[in-house]
Structure formats: structure tokens, C-alpha cells
């Protein structure tokens, strides 16, 4: 979706002190971050508080369908994310179109910026 809709690039990681050390180069346009991140089940809401504690200044989006986690991670300070179920919904591609500039889909491919 990433990808398609906006030409963006994703970059994993599968722990919070591995996100970090990706933070620290720069260079990142959104962080998006899931409720619990896979490799070790620690709190992506815990890395979106310590993410933003930080002074980072990358918008960050929790990724989770339960509203009670999206509340949380905005209230810590996290844009309105969205949940896995509704990855290529209109609402999601407005709320990561907040953040990223979506391409210009009119122009043929090799002139979209």
C-alpha cells in the first residue's frame, strides 16, 4: 500500500532497540509501529511514548484495530493510525496522505514524483 499509493519504501524492524538504531541515521518520513511488535511481544505503545519522550521529530502511527490502543498511542502523541484489517481503506490512505504526499497517479509512471 505503502509502496503503491505513495511510493514509499518500507524499512523493518523487528525490535524497539532495532527501530532505534534505524531512527538514528535519519532519513525516515513516518514511523508506523505495531501494538506488539513481533519479534519479542514488547509494547509498541511503550516505544511510541519513548519515541516521541525522545524529541524525534518523525510522526509516528500505531498500527492496531483496537480502538483503546489507538486512543492510548495518540494521546502519547501519535498520529491517528489505523488497523491491519483496513490497510487499503480510504480512511487509511487519508491518514498516511496526513503524513506522506501520495503520487501524482495521473502522470505516467516514469514521470510521478
Known amino acids: 500500500m505503502l509502496a503503491g499509493r505513495f511510493g514509499g519504501e518500507t524499512v523493518a524492524a523487528a525490535t524497539a532497540a ?4 534505524r531512527l538514528e541515521s535519519g532519513g525516515f518520513d ?4 505495531n501494538r506488539v511488535l513481533d519479534a519479542d511481544g514488547s509494547s509498541g505503545l511503550t516505544f511510541i ?9 518523525t ?5 492496531s484495530d483496537r480502538p483503546d490502543a489507538q486512543q492510548a498511542a495518540i494521546a502519547a502523541g501519535a498520529r491517528p493510525g489505523f488497523g491491519k484489517s483496513a490497510l487499503h481503506a480510504a480512511a487509511t490512505t487519508a491518514a498516511v496522505g496526513a503524513v506522506l504526499r501520495p503520487l501524482d497517479t495521473s502522470a ?3 514521470r510521478r514524483q
Open 30 to 33: 513516518l514511523v508506523l509501529v
Open 18 to 21: 532495532d527501530a532505534r538504531r
Open 59 to 63: 510522526p509516528v502511527m500505531l498500527v
Open 49 to 57: 511514548t519513548a519515541h516521541i519522550a525522545s524529541g524525534d521529530a
Open 108 to 110: 505516467p509512471a516514469s
